[in-house]
């Protein structure tokens, strides 16, 4: 049996430049896996079979079978496998989880079947099965264009330590497309964020709280009425440079140090709000 961790992920920047012919947005963003994890168990069977531990993921529409039936379909291998999902990270929260688990199959199954694909090979695949996809074929610290299926590993960032909020409206149906939907001309920009935060990072080995965007941050109140509540405590509590985690509707804000995220999270708990502590989590795996 193999066992992997399947991390979540931010957007420490993330910026829209525009729309494209086939109708989706083109990006540029600098993702960076965290250390809250789903882990994934895979055994050798005859036939693919799948069962998560939240049952509202426990179908066979989710994407860890979609990625199994891909990876079979087109490299024509007989057999199947037996999938566990011990699943922890939030979901419909924009923290990619989904996404996350739908590459570490890809990378797993590629080893069970003994089927030798490439990290190049695999992201191909992943693009086939929703533009997050491939960043975690990657993962830890990279750059994200196109619609999200050119993966640019970048030097493992030092350690940020987050608070993320999880309002309770996650899991909308058809959020992502609803939310690009809702981008006009004005909230475009032309990857001077990202170009920013490249530059701190390699000239000061980091990226500062304050160079952290994220385009949908523009339209968050009026596609998530009740967010401003949430993004208001964690004001509240001293939490500053407040970003959506990708398309949300998650909240993540970079602390000072491990501390000072714990005492914002204590703050947020205390008032029976569901809030985190994680840190970036630089772990990069082989095919
Ligand atoms: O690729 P994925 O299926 O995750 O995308 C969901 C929806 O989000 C797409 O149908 C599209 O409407 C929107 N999207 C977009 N541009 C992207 C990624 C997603 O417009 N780069």
């Not at 079979?72 to 990619?96: C, N």
């Not at 965007?213 to 009026?222: P, R």
């Amino acid at each position: 049996m193999l066992e992997y961790t399947s991390p979540a992920k931010v957007n420490l920047v993330l910026e829209v430049l525009g729309k494209r012919p086939d109708g989706y947005h083109e990006l540029k963003s600098i993702v960076q896996t965290i250390d809250l994890c789903d882990t994934l168990y895979f055994e050798l069977a005859e036939e693919v079979s799948f069962q998560c531990t939240e049952p509202a993921l426990n179908t066979s529409q989710n994407l860890v079978v979609r990625a199994a039936n891909l990876l079979k379909q087109t490299t024509g291998y007989g057999g199947g496998a037996k999938v566990l999902l011990e699943k922890r990270i939030p979901w419909g929260a924009g923290l990619g989880g989904g996404s996350s688990n739908a590459a570490i199959t890809l990378i797993a199954l590629n080893r069970l079947w003994g089927l030798n694909l490439s990290h190049s090979e695999l992201a191909g695949l992943a693009t086939r099965l929703g533009s997050d996809v491939p960043f975690f074929i990657y993962g830890s610290t990279a750059l994200v264009e196109g619609r999200g299926e050119k993966v640019t590993p970048l030097d493992a960032l030092p350690t940020i330590w987050l608070v993320l909020l999880i309002p309770p409206f996650t899991g909308m149906p058809d959020k992502t497309r609803r939310l690009f939907s809702l981008l006009k001309p004005e909230h475009y920009t032309s990857g001077e964020f990202v170009s920013k935060a490249l530059e701190s990072q390699r000239k000061q080995g980091g990226i500062a709280p304050s160079l952290m965007f994220n385009t949908f941050d523009k339209i968050a109140f009026e596609t998530f009425p009740s967010l401003e509540y949430y993004w208001n405590a964690l004001q509240e509590v001293g939490a500053t440079y407040i970003h959506l985690v990708g398309s949300g509707p998650c909240l993540f804000s970079a602390a000072d140090n491990r501390s000072h995220a714990e005492a914002i999270a204590t703050s947020l708990t205390k008032k029976g709000l569901k809030a985190f502590v994680t840190s970036t989590k630089p772990a990069r795996r082989d095919p």
